[in-house]
């Protein structure tokens, strides 16, 4: 778990999903299969290389530009499970490609 460290708490969305009831065994959730992507020793460079590749596409700016501006209008903490959804409709098929091709 020390790659956790440092880490902000909305990686994982860890307390929203606490306080939603979604969580009740924190250790339980940690260690689900689908966060061995989390611990694999190569995940943060994959991230800073899309972060890198994603300032370039469009729609992500137009993206991140709509969400914080209404985070920040509805003064949000942070973006909940329909909100996600409501977001994630946004990105181009093209993005959408990227991100797996680089998978």
């Known amino acids: 778990f020390k790659v956790l460290v ?8 860890i307390v929203q999903r606490w306080d939603d009831g979604l969580i009740t065994d924190v250790l339980a959730f940690l260690r689900q299969n689908w966060t061995m992507a989390v ?5 943060q460079d994959f991230i ?8 370039k596409q469009r729609d992500i700016q137009m993206l991140s530009e709509y969400i ?15 909100r996600r959804k409501r977001y994630g ?3 181009t098929a093209e993005t959408q490609q ?6």
């Open 6 to 13: 440092g880490l902000p708490q909305t990686y994982l969305n």
């Open 39 to 43: 611990y694999y020793d190569k995940a």
């Open 48 to 55: 800073v290389n899309l972060r890198a590749k994603f300032r």
């Open 68 to 82: 914080l501006e209404h985070v920040q209008a509805e003064n949000v903490d942070c973006i909940d499970e329909s």
């Open 89 to 91: 409709v946004e990105v």
């Open 98 to 103: 990227m991100v797996q091709l680089e998978l």
